[in-house]
């Protein structure tokens, strides 16, 4: 069993809809939860990230932490189109290596 | 502020064959880490150093991959012999070493590797 355990998607959704992420883990020692976009052929790029449980939120998205049932989630509201990408969650405990999650695919379409 | 660069962006070699990666990360960043990252996974860790210094290689094929960050800046990953399960992105992120930040890795665009 994975450390980190990511919905596969594929994800579709229309432009406008509110988008739901969510990863479990397993390991207790994760304090650090981060979620990264990744455009076709490009280098992950941090989004957001949340220490401890609770939530977060930055623009159009929203990091939501569980830590007592180990779950994690990212909501986009107002998708759009240029946020058709990969997602990927991660996790870190006190020495700084983080874990990633497979990834979602998702696609906004107009 | 420039990014994390990386070179060469493809690269296309035969089983068996060397092939080396360079990596130079975000002024001022004392963490470096290397990625293998398959098609359809995550990236998955194969070192970190911190300044000269190897912080974690648990994941790294030893007997085929090397890496050096001379002068705590600039990286080289290299993988002698490759097979064909090499064939994949190979990512170099960095990371500051104060506080919350060095939760924050910023990522280079990668080297895609296929070995035939």
């Known amino acids: 069993q994975k450390e980190v355990e990511q919905d596969p998607g594929p994800l579709s959704v229309p432009e406008g809809a509110i988008v739901s992420l969510n990863c479990t883990y397993s390991?207790?020692?994760?304090?650090?939860f981060m979620w990264y976009r990744q455009y076709s052929r490009k280098g992950p790029e941090l989004l957001m990230y949340?220490?401890?449980?609770g939530n977060k939120e930055d623009g159009r998205f929203t990091a939501q932490v569980d830590k007592s049932s180990k779950y994690i989630s990212l909501f986009i509201r107002d998708s759009q189109p240029s946020d058709s990408a990969t997602y990927l969650c991660?996790?870190?405990?006190?020495?700084?290596?983080?874990?990633f999650g497979d990834g979602t695919t998702l696609t906004v379409k107009p | 502020e420039a990014g994390v660069a990386q070179s060469p962006r493809y690269k296309i070699i035969e089983k068996r064959q060397s092939v080396a990666f360079w990596c130079n990360p975000i002024s001022g960043h004392a963490t470096l880490y290397w990625y293998q990252q398959i098609l359809g996974q995550g990236p998955k860790l194969l070192i970190q150093f911190q300044n000269n210094g190897v912080v974690d290689d648990s994941q790294l094929p030893k007997d085929r991959f090397s890496a050096e960050r001379l002068k705590g800046v600039d990286s080289t990953l290299k993988i002698q012999p490759a097979k064909l399960e090499d064939s994949a992105v190979y990512l170099c992120?960095?990371?500051?070493?104060?506080?919350?930040?060095?939760?924050?890795?910023?990522f280079g665009p990668g080297t895609r590797l296929t070995v035939t």
């Open positions: 949340t220490y401890s449980s």
């Open positions: 992120a960095s990371s500051s070493n104060r506080g919350p930040s060095s939760y924050e890795q910023y």
């Open positions: 390991n207790s020692a994760f304090q650090y």
């Open positions: 991660a996790m870190s405990g006190y020495a700084g290596k983080s874990t």
